[in-house]
């Protein structure tokens, strides 16, 4: 939620030394709702946390470490060929800000919102192919 400072004061001197403080403006949202002293509430939140440094990735536990995982299947790493191969993704340019844990470590919050809207861009250049409606009662066959 933002902090909720929904005005702006404007600070008028008077000829004495003296001043009056007079609100002259008001933040509303698009639909018209004031937002003094409620701020915004995001439509996605991050909790606060603390992104720990490359040398605490030892300490993580990998897929490998746990009981029962897959086993590889010693291929060359290539996915199986399929006959239904999707068109290649869109590149997503690169920020310029540096390297990915340097903007995690500095501001989780944005780099979360660059991993979305990087995910938006990709979903957007896949091609969907629209459901055909059910029929009444909402079951097909």
Do not use: C
């Not at 933002?2 to 007079?22: D, E, M, R, Y």
């Amino acid at each position: 939620r933002t902090f909720g400072k929904g005005s702006v004061q404007t600070i008028l001197p008077l000829g004495n030394g003296a001043a009056v403080k007079l609100t002259t403006a008001r933040y509303y949202t698009p639909s018209g709702r004031s937002i003094q002293a409620e701020g915004i509430k995001p439509d996605i939140e991050l909790k606060s946390l603390k992104v720990a440094d490359d040398s605490a990735d030892a300490a993580l536990i990998k897929e490998a470490d746990l009981t029962g995982h897959l086993q590889n299947d010693g291929g060359n790493g290539a996915a199986p060929a399929t006959d239904d191969a999707e068109p290649p993704l869109p590149s997503i340019p690169q920020t310029t800000v540096g390297s990915d844990s340097e903007l995690a470590k500095d501001d989780y919050q944005l780099y979360e919102a660059l991993n979305m809207l990087k995910g938006m861009t990709l979903l957007q250049g896949r091609s969907v192919s629209p459901q055909s409606p059910l029929p009444e009662g909402g079951r097909k066959g």
